[in-house]
């Protein structure tokens, strides 16, 4: 258990990947939807994840459509 002088040492390196200037303070993540039906389309997705998922809180999003898998179609 550390102790109160060894809490505040003032000789430690600031941690790597810090908040250079310039950068936004707010933490933002990835986040990944798997196994979407094949037949959702894609603006019934985005409207769905409206309420999370604006120009606030991502800068950069993406869709990619679910796929089929072990179906046999008919030709």
């Given at each position: 258990?550390?102790?109160?002088?060894?809490?505040?040492?003032?000789?430690?390196?600031?941690?790597?990947?810090?908040?250079?200037?310039g950068q936004n303070s707010?933490?933002?993540?990835?986040?990944?939807?798997?196994?979407l039906p094949p037949n959702?389309?894609?603006?019934?997705?985005?409207?769905?994840?409206?309420?999370?998922?604006?120009?606030?809180?991502?800068?950069?999003?993406?869709?990619?459509?679910?796929?089929?898998?072990?179906?046999?179609?008919?030709?």
């Amino acid at each position: 258990m550390a102790t109160a002088a060894e809490s505040n040492n003032p000789t430690r390196k600031p941690k790597k990947g810090g908040k250079g200037p310039g950068q936004n303070s707010a933490v933002r993540l990835k986040t990944v939807v798997r196994k979407l039906p094949p037949n959702l389309p894609e603006d019934v997705f985005w409207q769905s994840v409206a309420p999370w998922v604006h120009d606030d809180t991502c800068t950069w999003k993406a869709f990619h459509a679910g796929k089929l898998k072990g179906v046999c179609v008919p030709i």
